[in-house]
Every structure is written in structure tokens, then in C-alpha cells.
């Protein structure tokens, strides 16, 4: 066939590109060396042709890193960049780094991805992996480096969808949980449940974020990974109602703190620095679990318990959403929709029309028009 020929074990298929230079490029077999031949002909008909780029996987990321300004309007955080460069170094580079990005394919994605989820690590943890690895695939088709994106389209093992396995403590467990926390951190513990914060916004808050003439604890940052920043999300932004009780409860703890300005943590500790998440977790909240009989529950469940107490109370989605700092009442829902309370009340309907009534109603009158002629 005309512009193909063999060489050793592989076929050539040579060519000239648009600006006239001969290109070659080649194939296992002779069908293959045909159906690239007929693309790559396609594509200079059509002024798509692109040349391979021998660039190495781990080249372009290194570019990448660098110059990558996000995917929105939002851009990026610089703290989420230096987690896909740190992901990069320590996982998908020593599997496909040597690559050239023209020459990795959808099955090498789908393996690093399978090898990832058999050492052990969870479905979460691969997704957040993987993530610039595909954000890293869609510049470089958006730069022309590559045609395709091997990633776009992979299922990940565990599916892409939120946790459906959110569990939250009844209001028998929550109290048996509060009793056994030491007095000292039962606010804390009651603060988590009634607003839904993380505990890295819990860490973050000031005084100055509470108002308790308007009851309302206005979320505006976030610790994270030692860095005071803005919440995850512009979502995050918020300000959560509380109860007249907690907010009394606020105003006594304030009163009492030797820490009361309005720049200090809310719930400091005894140095008045911000409170170590791990610390409270490992020295106050498993202990009193395990005492509590619910041995299970984290600082996280406190959020879920948050959910799951709003929806029993009647608050909807959307409502949940706000309070919660969720980028959409669909993740809202699709994560905690096991909490929704079966026992719901059964809904009220208009009464339907009877016979008796249908025949107590006038007949209406037809008008009869006469069959032309």
C-alpha cells in the first residue's frame, strides 16, 4: 500500500505534514499502519493534523504545576495545587512518568488507578489522586499537546458518587456522648452537633464571627493543613443559626474564658492557641465514644448528627445545604437521604369528588349545532 511499508517487526507509515516536512509515524500491524494511515489523511484534509508531541508525562507536569491557573472563573488555591504537584510526585509519576503523554492510553489510567485501590487505599483517596491527572490530560488536549484525554470517561473503584454511609447518633446517643466528654469540652461537643461545622471552621472561628444578639455564627475560614484560609467552596461562606440555649451557653462560656477578644478562638486551648483537631479527637471525643457505647462516632459524625436533626425537624435540601456550606442541594440529599426520617407524616390531599357529589352537580347544557348541508 502506497506510503506504508515494513521495517524489522513494525510497519511505517510515512506522510507530509501541512507544512510539507515528511513525517513517519508507526504501527504493530498492517491494518493498524491502515486505519492510521486513513486518520491521519482525514486530518489534513481537514486542517486538524497535529504532530505527536514526544514530550514525557513528566515533563509537561512539571510545566503544569507551574502555570496551572484552574478550570473556573475561581481559580485555584494555592494549597490545592501543592497537593496535586505532591500527588503527582508521589504517585503517578513513578508509574507513568517516563511516558509520553501521546502514548498513554485509557488501560494505563484505568491500571495506576486499580493499583492504587489494591494497596489499600479508599475510593475517596483515589479520586483526589487522580484528579490532576485528568485536569493535567484536559490542558494539554486544550494546549494541542495530545488529541485525546485518556482520562475522560474512567470510572474509578468505588464509583464517583458521595458517601452513602454517613451515620449520625440518635438524640439518646448524642446525650450519652455529651455526658461522657469532660465537662470542660461539652460545648464543643453540643457547638458541633447544632451548627454542622467542620472542625477545621470550628478551629477557625473568633469571636468576632458570633453574634449572639442575632444568634447566627457566621463561617468565613477555615484551618487547613496549618493554613488559615476561606472555606472550601464559596458555599462555604455562611452564617448558621443557633438555639437560644446555645447561644446563652456561648455567652457564659465567653464571660468565663481568659481568652474573651475578639480576634481569640472561640474554643481555644489552655495556651490560647487554636485547638489541635487530632488532639481533640484521639484525647476527648474516642474516649467518651467508647465510654458512650458508640465507639464509632468521630468528630465528622457530629455533622452528620447536625443533618440528620435538621431533616427530622422538617428543614428541606436546599435549607440543609446553607447550613452545611454544600456546593448543591442534590449532594446535600444524595449524601444524607438514609436520614430522612421514615416516619413521616402522611400528606394531606384535596377530598376527591364522589358519585353523590358528581350527580348533585348540574348537568352542563350541549349546545347541539345542526350537520351542514
Known sequence: MPGIYRRGGRYVVAFRDATGNQRRRTAGTMAEARALKGEISADLS???YREQSRITLAEYADEWVRTYAGRTSRGIRPTTLEEYRRDLEAHVL????RRRLSQIEPRHVKLLASDLAKAGRLPSTV??????LRALFATAVEEGVVRTNPCAGLRLPGGTTPDRHARALTEDELARLVQEVPEAWRLVVQFLAQTGLRIGELIALRWEDIDLGARRVK???RLYKGVIDTPKSRYGIRDVPVSPELAQALWNHRSASRHPGDTDPVFPSEAGTPLNGMNLLNRVVKPAAIRAGVPWAALHTLRHTCASMLFRGGWNAKQVQ???GHHSPAFTLATYVHLIPDDLPEPV???MATPDHAAARPARRVRRTSPRT
Open 349 to 351: 390531599f384535596p377530598p
Open 94 to 97: 513513578p508509574v507513568l512518568g
Open 46 to 48: 481537514r486542517g486538524e
Open 127 to 132: 479520586r483526589n489522586i487522580m484528579a490532576p
Open 322 to 324: 446553607m447550613v452545611l
Open 219 to 221: 463561617v468565613r475560614r
